[in-house]
C-alpha cells in the first residue's frame, strides 16, 4: 500500500495524525491532513506554518521575532526601525499577522 494511501486509510479509521508544533510557549499539537504529514518529511518549516495558518515564511518571522511586530518607521540612517509596536508582543499567529498587514509604530514614533 502507498504511503499515502494508508495515512488516508488510517484518518478514515479515526486515527490522528498529531503534529507537535514549535511554537512561542513550547509545542502545540495539532493535527495534519495525510497529505500534510507526508510532506512534513520534506519541509517541515511550511507545514507547521500551514497549521498554524501562516506561509512558511510568515511562520519563520513569527517565531523568530517571537510574535512581535515591528514599527514601520524608518530611523534616520535609512533603517527599519526594530522596536515593536506598541501592544504587538507575544501575538497568536493570526493576530501577528493582521497587525504586519496594517502596520504600526512604536513609542518612540507615534505609537
Given at each position: 500500500?502507498?504511503?499515502?494511501?494508508?495515512?488516508?486509510?488510517?484518518?478514515?479509521?479515526?486515527?490522528?495524525?498529531?503534529?507537535?508544533?514549535?511554537v512561542l510557549s513550547g509545542?502545540?499539537?495539532?493535527?495534519?491532513?495525510?497529505?500534510?504529514?507526508?510532506?512534513?518529511?520534506?519541509?517541515?518549516?511550511?507545514?507547521?506554518?500551514?497549521?498554524?495558518?501562516?506561509?512558511?515564511?510568515?511562520?519563520?518571522?513569527?517565531?523568530?521575532?517571537?510574535?512581535?511586530?515591528?514599527?514601520?518607521?524608518?530611523?534616520?540612517?535609512?533603517?527599519?526601525?526594530?522596536?515593536?509596536i506598541v501592544g504587538a508582543?507575544?501575538?497568536?499567529?493570526?493576530?501577528?499577522?493582521?497587525?504586519?498587514?496594517?502596520?504600526?509604530?512604536?513609542?518612540?514614533h507615534g505609537g
Open positions: 500500500m502507498e504511503r499515502l494511501q494508508l495515512l488516508k486509510a488510517l484518518e478514515e479509521a479515526s486515527c490522528q495524525l498529531a503534529v507537535s508544533v514549535p509545542a502545540r499539537t495539532i493535527v495534519a491532513n495525510p497529505e500534510q504529514a507526508l510532506r512534513l518529511l520534506q519541509d517541515k518549516q511550511t507545514v507547521y506554518g500551514e497549521l498554524m495558518g501562516l506561509s512558511r515564511t510568515d511562520y519563520v518571522e513569527w517565531l523568530s521575532s517571537e510574535g512581535s511586530v515591528y514599527c514601520s518607521a524608518t530611523t534616520q540612517k535609512g533603517n527599519r526601525c526594530r522596536n515593536a508582543t507575544f501575538l497568536e499567529p493570526a493576530a501577528w499577522k493582521a497587525v504586519c498587514e496594517s502596520g504600526g509604530y512604536c513609542a518612540v
